[in-house]
């Protein structure tokens, strides 16, 4: 399912001329995986990142460090950066429209006092060369089975929120 999911997006992104950057924490790269076991991936997508550490998501994608203090790394606050950077930086490769996909959560099997394993939030930024403000969508998670099973979950969520963007009107 994930890879035919994977598809459909390369192929919508493909058909509107957008291209693809993802910032990866929890996922640790099997969104990217994933994204590029589809062939012709290299038609839209730009570039993936995991930004595992808090000081990767600070130093490498600008994540404000008030918002990994005021609201932790698993936080919307903190995907939707994660997802905003990865359209600017996207813009400044590409110069044209770009969709941004982030994961962020708790995978497991450890877990804080207030982030159960399984809390996992998505974030897709769209920005559209013709338009000044981009569009974004967050998705709030609370995923069950083991560490791999969320990390599939979770690329699968991913995936379908950007195309969900995609289908949202202008």
Not at 21 to 36: K, P, Q
Not at 65 to 77: K, P, R, T
Not at 126 to 138: D, I, T, V, Y
């Amino acid at each position: 399912m994930t890879l035919d999911s994977a598809e459909t997006l390369i192929d919508t992104l493909r058909t509107r001329g957008i291209m693809l950057c993802i910032a990866e924490s929890c996922t640790g790269g099997l969104l990217c995986a994933t994204i590029t076991n589809v062939n012709g991936c290299s038609d839209v997508f730009l570039q993936g990142q995991i930004t595992y550490a808090n000081a990767a998501k600070r130093n490498t994608l600008g994540v404000p460090a008030a918002l990994l203090e005021n609201h932790g790394a698993v936080s919307h606050e903190v995907a939707h950066a994660m997802a905003a950077s990865a359209v600017r930086q996207g813009v400044a490769l590409y110069g044209g429209s770009c969709l941004g996909l982030a994961t962020t959560g708790v995978a497991g099997p450890t877990h804080s006092e207030h982030k159960p394993i399984g809390l996992v939030y998505v974030a897709a930024v769209l920005r559209l060369a013709q338009h000044r403000a981009p569009e974004s969508l967050q998705k709030e998670l609370y995923l069950n089975g083991n560490r791999e099973n969320i990390r599939i979950q979770t690329v699968e969520e991913a995936l379908k929120l950007g195309r969900d963007i995609l289908q949202k009107p202008p």
